[in-house]
């Protein structure tokens, strides 16, 4: 092999923003799809995950938002541009502000609450029907507005924010009066997470 071939600042190196070993943005979105129809399964499987459904359901909110804030910060925009890219763009964001206010109404529901499933169900549903759109409207659109390089370097990018985690209520916060007054409400789980993603560079955990 040659040095140039070895080098990591070769165009072809693995790891190299753009090079052919990146997943490009479309793959790692469809990842998303597949890891949370997983999590809904698991979720609605009681035989085997009764004591974890809670959990699972906040990890389904997790990788949802940071879904969704990766295609406002780098699909949604591209797409817009595209031929009749403006109102498959309108539709995903009716469908995001949809789910998003059913996951603002499950994260603070416990698995043992009357509701629960109701609103997961209702969640699952809207998920369900918004990714069976991107599959066959927004994709398409992104992969015929962008060169296969330019997608596989958003596609890391949207990669490297799934490292940001969203903060959890401090345990030993205050959270009797005037505590609670002073600090205010603190924020859910889908804001604290849009914050985070919000400013990766300020730590965001």
């Known amino acids: 092999m040659s040095i ?15 090079s052919p070993e990146t997943p490009d943005v479309i793959a790692v979105l469809r990842g998303d799809h597949q890891d949370v129809e997983e999590l809904f399964k698991k979720v609605q499987d009681h035989a085997h995950y009764r004591n974890r459904r809670k959990e699972l359901a906040d990890q ?3 990788e949802l938002v940071r879904h969704m804030v990766a295609e406002e910060q780098y699909v949604y925009p591209i797409v817009r541009e595209a031929d009749g890219g403006q109102a498959v763009v309108d539709h995903a964001v009716s469908a995001d502000a949809e789910a998003e206010a059913l996951m ?5 529901l416990e698995a043992t609450d009357e ?3 109701r609103v997961l169900i209702k969640l699952m549903t809207v998920t369900r ?3 069976a759109d991107e599959e066959t409207q927004l994709f398409p659109c ?3 507005a962008c060169p296969p390089t ?5 596609g890391e990018r949207v990669q490297a924010g799934k490292s940001v985690r969203p903060t959890r209520p401090h345990p030993a916060a205050v959270t009797t009066p005037p505590g609670d007054v002073l600090a205010g409400p603190v924020p859910g789980l889908v804001d604290r997470l849009r914050d985070a ?3 990766p560079t300020e730590g965001g955990y």
């Not at 330019?150 to 958003?154: D, Q, T």
Request: net charge negative.
């Open 115 to 117: 509701v629960f499933d």
């Open 104 to 108: 603002k109404q499950l994260e603070p």
């Open 142 to 144: 992104l992969a015929a």
């Open 60 to 62: 389904a909110i997790i």
């Open 150 to 154: 330019e997608l596989r370097e958003i």
């Open 4 to 18: 140039a071939e070895d080098s990591p600042d070769s165009p072809d190196s693995p790891g190299t923003p753009g």
């Open 197 to 199: 993603l919000a400013r």
């Open 129 to 131: 029907s918004h990714v």
